[in-house]
């Protein structure tokens, strides 16, 4: 990593390139953890048998990862939801599940004030 001059005669300012955006990355592992035991429950796995655990693990992950990928995708307000809120307000929904001609079609309640982000977000979804 090289060192930056800051125009004083070849001083050296405190701030070392590469080594503050490196640290701004590894800060939100911690915020990771947190939305992971806050969101998805995984303080709650038990520890009694190792593989079945192993799997649920892998399980919660995969969903967090889908839970990250959905939040990119949706709506500039929407982006900065934690796990547990985004789930709240996109996700737990009450639909009407209606099937039609071998399809399966959800009907989204008329007046739900997230329908143009679920909107967004199944659109983008489909392309």
Excluded at 6 to 34: M, W
Excluded at 97 to 107: E, K, N, Q, S, Y
Aim: proline residues 6%.
């Amino acid at each position: 990593m090289g060192r930056l001059l800051d125009g004083k005669a070849g001083c050296l300012t405190p701030y070392v390139s590469g080594v503050h955006p490196f640290y701004n990355q590894r800060c939100t592992a911690e915020n990771g953890i947190k939305e992971l035991k806050e969101g998805l429950g995984i303080d709650s796995i038990g520890k009694e048998t190792f593989w079945p655990n192993a799997a649920d693990l892998l399980i919660k992950g995969i969903a967090y990862n889908l839970l990250l990928r959905l939040k990119a995708l949706a709506p500039a307000p929407y982006r900065h939801y934690t796990a547990t809120r985004l789930q709240r307000t996109l996700l737990r929904v009450p639909v009407l599940v209606v099937r039609h001609a071998r399809r399966l079609i959800l009907r989204l309640p008329a007046l739900w004030p997230h329908r143009a982000a679920w909107q967004a977000i199944r659109l983008a979804l489909s392309t």
